[in-house]
């Protein structure tokens, strides 16, 4: 309060001293100009403002002369100084206007700064900084934070993950890895060996290779998906004969694991889309039916259209999955179980790049699980 009276005093006195000296300044230079220009300004108005008239009596004996006003010119000044005076004063206050509002407008400004700094840089709560001429400003900032800090952790969750993922598969190489050198190591050392354990170790070899294999792909799969753009190339596709195709390639994984799969589809389904990586989306989410189905049970697979739209449903019996789990499902590197996840070698990346490639087709993918049914849909422009 006192710094504010403090101000308010210092302002007045400044406006009275600007005022003193305009009146000083205004008295010297009338006293100039009547000591200097006196005669000239009267004989200009004499001259300009003035009309002069001699009379004469009637027998010519004497001349009367008589000074009046020209006021057809004084009016015309009086006119031309009235115009330029309103016009100055509306300049000064057009100007005067302007630099206030440009005022207003800078300390607005520097008044937002400051208060977004404070609030996002510093972390300032917002009832210390808060000021109700600013309510809608402090609401967008609220929004535009807590944006921010969602994404942040999201980022945070997401590289958590494929580092814990990294870790997990480097630590996991050196299994296979072992076992295919210490049994490679045996046949070396023992040339003779019986031809049935021969054939056995080496069966054993190949399946730990292929595990390898499985793992070091998983590994171009985290360094694929960031450092490449996927890009579509479209054609007309027969969506039933593209089932059709995929469940038969599932035929050795379906039968290892007891499951069957059912296809219902219109046998006229054309889609236009890339097969090539509509194969990959509809293999991933396949695979992921079978590694958490129950064994020995059917996967249903369901396809129907019309003019806009094409549906396709994979439905799988087993376990039901929580629903915070479901809503993060097709995020990059997330694993729904972790030691389901090291019999299967998979990185987390296979929804979410299933998702990726339906969205650059225009389509939607979501998951539905209850009652132990889990069911992927998707939906696919004609």
């Known amino acids: 309060m006192k710094n504010n009276l403090k101000k308010t005093s210092k302002k007045l006195l400044i406006y009275f001293i600007t005022i003193i000296l305009l009146l000083i300044l205004c008295f010297k230079l009338y006293y100039w100009l009547d000591m ?12 300009n403002l003035m009309v002069h008239h001699e009379i004469s009596s009637v027998n010519e004996t004497y001349k009367i002369s008589t000074i009046e006003p020209n006021w057809h010119t004084i009016k015309q000044i009086f006119l031309i100084t009235l115009c330029i ?13 302007w630099l206030y509002a440009e005022k207003k407008v800078n300390q607005t400004i520097s008044n937002a700064n400051k208060m977004v700094h404070s609030y996002m840089i510093e972390n300032t709560a917002i009832p210390d900084i808060y000021k109700e001429e600013n309510a809608e400003l402090f ?6 934070k807590s944006t921010i800090q969602h994404h942040e952790q999201i980022l945070k ?12 598969l480097a630590h996991d190489l050196k299994t296979p890895l072992t076992s295919i050198i210490g049994y490679l190591s045996l046949l070396q050392e023992i040339p003779e060996m019986p031809i049935t354990q021969k054939s056995n170790y080496i069966n054993i070899t190949l ?5 390898l294999e499985k793992l070091i792909n998983e590994f171009f799969d985290i360094t694929r998906y960031n450092l ?3 890009s579509l190339e479209k054609e007309s596709i027969n969506l039933y004969y593209m089932l059709i195709q995929l469940t038969d390639e599932f035929y050795p994984i379906l039968q290892a694991h007891g499951n069957t799969i059912k296809l219902q589809a219109n046998e006229n389904l054309i889609l236009y889309g890339d097969s090539e990586k509509l194969a990959r989306v509809f293999n991933n989410i396949l695979k992921n039916a079978v590694a958490y189905s129950y064994p020995d049970t059917e996967i249903q697979v369901f396809a129907n259209g019309n003019e806009k739209e094409i549906h396709i449903d994979f439905q799988n019996r087993g376990k039901t999955i929580p629903k915070h789990k479901l809503e993060s499902i097709f995020e990059k590197f997330f694993r729904l179980d972790e030691s389901r996840s090291v019999n299967t070698g998979c990185a ?3 929804l979410a790049i299933s998702k990726e490639i339906i969205l650059l087709h225009g389509g939607t993918i979501w998951a539905e699980s209850e009652q132990e049914q889990t069911t992927f849909h998707i939906t696919l422009p004609s």
């Open 348 to 350: 987390g990346l296979g």
């Open 36 to 47: 200097n220009w006196s005669t000239t300004i009267r004989n200009w108005f004499s001259d």
């Open 207 to 211: 399946d730990k290779a292929l595990r």
């Open 157 to 168: 969750e997401e590289a958590t993950r494929k580092n814990d993922l990294i870790v997990y």
């Open 228 to 230: 490449s753009q996927i």
């Open 85 to 97: 005076t309103v016009v100055l004063w509306a300049t000064s206050i057009f100007i005067a206007a």
């Open 139 to 144: 609401a967008q900032m609220v929004e535009i």
